[in-house]
């Protein structure tokens, strides 16, 4: 059984740094590219990063562009998302999501979600 | 960037009823890569329907997905209890991972 699990989500100050991390088991975890999609609260689902199977290849959205990083420990089964620089519009319940096919880091709908850890960013 | 907007915002009907969604593109999605999510309150998002009309695996067939181009169609011919919720529409395909969520639609109990 999949199954995706985030932790590290918490409260900071803007300006704060906070990483989060998601542990996954139940399939072959180098095979498949992952991403983070956060949830602002009461409001829709946008993109914010995405890893290759490999860990070689990263993409961030513009908002996060330069903030954000993302990384992946395969040994460890474990996806990360370290975030800098924190803003009151990152406050977001952000969710690990795990690519549908697999070999491929193009876009494509996810087939399995964490269910998500909370960061709010405010003084 | 290809932009999705879902209508209508919200939908009142009773159980029972059939419910209609619509997902219409800024531009042509290709290869009718257009896919969508279920999410209950305090849940992540489920997987529904990929290809524009396929179900994903578990799916009850009373959901169904049809469309093509810039219009698509999220149809749950009978809405039971547990299909009370929001559905976004999402578009993928690109070579770049980024994905394109639409607005949402909630279907709410009348």
């Known amino acids: 059984e999949v199954q995706l699990l985030e932790s590290g989500g918490g409260l900071v100050q803007p300006g704060g740094s906070l990483r989060l991390s998601c542990a996954a088991s139940?399939?072959?975890?180098?095979?498949?590219?992952m991403s983070w999609v956060r949830q602002a609260p009461g409001k829709g689902l946008e993109w914010v990063s995405a890893?290759?199977?490999?860990?070689?290849?990263?993409y961030y959205a513009d908002s996060v562009k330069g903030r954000f990083t993302i990384s992946r420990d395969n040994s460890k089964n474990t996806l990360y998302l370290q975030m800098n620089s924190l803003r009151a519009e990152d406050t977001a319940v952000y969710y690990c999501?795990?690519?549908?096919?697999?070999?491929?880091?193009?876009?494509?709908?996810?087939?399995?979600w964490g269910q998500g850890t909370l960061v709010t960013v405010s003084s | 960037e290809i932009v999705l907007t879902q209508s209508p915002g919200t939908l009142s009907l009773s159980p029972g009823e059939r419910a209609t969604l619509s997902c219409r593109a800024s531009?042509?999605?290709?290869?009718?890569?257009l896919a969508w999510y279920q999410q209950k309150p305090g849940q992540a998002p489920r997987l529904l329907i990929y290809?524009?009309?396929s179900r994903a695996t578990g799916i009850p067939d009373r959901f169904s997905g049809s469309g093509s181009g810039t219009d698509f169609t999220l149809t749950i011919s009978r809405l039971e209890p547990e299909d009370f919720a929001v559905y976004y529409c999402?578009?993928?395909?690109?070579?770049?991972?980024?994905?394109?969520f639409g607005g949402g639609t909630k279907v709410e109990i009348k």
């Open positions: 999501a795990k690519s549908w096919e697999i070999w491929t880091i193009a876009a494509r709908p996810y087939d399995y």
């Open positions: 139940g399939f072959t975890f180098s095979s498949y590219a």
């Open positions: 890893i290759s199977g490999s860990g070689g290849s990263t």
């Open positions: 531009q042509s999605v290709s290869s009718s890569y």
């Open positions: 290809g524009a009309s």
């Open positions: 999402q578009q993928y395909g690109s070579s770049h991972p980024a994905l394109t």
